[in-house]
């Protein structure tokens, strides 16, 4: 894989980083995004613009997409300008957006069709994550296809596991943003305790982000609520996005989700309110107000 040329579709905040990444571990990067400006900073440091998802299609070897929502990966891969229809066969295809079990699998069968290697694996780790190459990479597919794109996984990712057959990158997410769900509840409501208790919150989390509580929320979003910062890291309306497809999956498998249910309800008041596109620690300016 080291001489591989990679397409890239989508430079969101997380893909431009881990696109980034890629360009400087010397692979040859094809970049494609709805908005061209978006890929300026890409395309200054080496990577090719493709006008289109069927040119970048056709010039690559392996096809990385990362997009917002479902209906884009349907669009990305499925129509007939898409991926599926215009990559070469051996062509391995990897879609890190946290999407459907479902359509991933809808995908995989297509692909294997047309002698595609498809991939799910969706990542969490954040904005950090991305940009210091050490996402979290949760893999459905073939242990063949998982074995030859693995060189490019550990450029993006530090803790990289196929979880099983296509699909299972996608289920595994949704455990991710079922725990990362009401954790963002709990961490919302201890900076709000220790603000009333008079205590200094930075020095709160100092003691109990070590401890049993400790998660990757409450080290690293618990400080950007202590200070205001509510840039996205990662976009509240794809965290709606996230738990509508979790909470959907759970009720095929006659699954009940009570703290996944509030969650999903307290995001949606908030997107409400105009923050859609603040990053999910905005969740505590809610809370504040109740």
Not at 88 to 102: L, Q, R
Not at 231 to 255: C, Q, R, W
Not at 256 to 268: A, F, I, M, R, V
């Amino acid at each position: 894989m080291a001489n591989v040329k990679i397409g890239f579709v989508g430079t969101g905040v997380m893909g431009k980083s881990m696109a980034k990444n890629l360009l400087q571990a010397g692979y040859p990067l094809n970049i494609f995004t709805r908005t061209k400006e978006k890929a300026s900073e890409l395309i200054e440091q080496g990577a090719t613009w493709k006008d289109t998802v069927a040119d970048l299609a056709a010039d690559s070897d392996v096809i990385i997409t990362i997009v917002g929502y479902p209906s884009d990966v349907e669009e990305v891969y499925l129509n007939e300008n898409g991926i599926l229809n215009h990559a070469k066969a051996g062509t391995y295809v990897i879609d890190m957006t946290t999407s459907s079990p479902m359509l991933a699998q809808s995908i995989f069968n297509k692909a294997k069709d047309k002698k595609i290697h498809a991939l799910d694996a969706p990542v969490s780790g954040g904005d950090i994550g991305a940009r210091n190459g050490t996402l979290a990479i949760m893999v459905g597919g073939e242990q063949q296809a998982f074995d030859a794109v693995l060189p490019i996984f550990n450029v993006m990712g530090a803790n990289i596991v196929l979880q099983g057959e296509a699909g299972a990158g996608q289920h595994t997410k949704m455990c991710n943003q079922i725990t990362i769900a009401s954790t963002m509840i709990g961490v919302c409501e201890s900076i709000m305790y220790a603000k009333k208790a008079g205590l200094d919150p930075a020095r709160v989390l100092e003691s109990i982000t070590t401890g049993a509580a400790g998660s990757w929320s409450l080290s690293n979003l618990a400080p950007r609520m202590i200070a205001g910062d509510y840039a996205p890291g990662f976009y509240v309306k794809h965290f709606i996005k996230d738990m509508t497809i979790a909470l959907e999956s759970a009720k095929e498998m006659n699954l009940t989700t009570p703290g996944l249910e509030l969650s999903l309800s307290l995001y949606k008041e908030l997107a409400e309110l105009g923050e859609e596109d603040s990053g999910t620690q905005a969740l505590i300016k809610l809370l504040s107000k109740k």
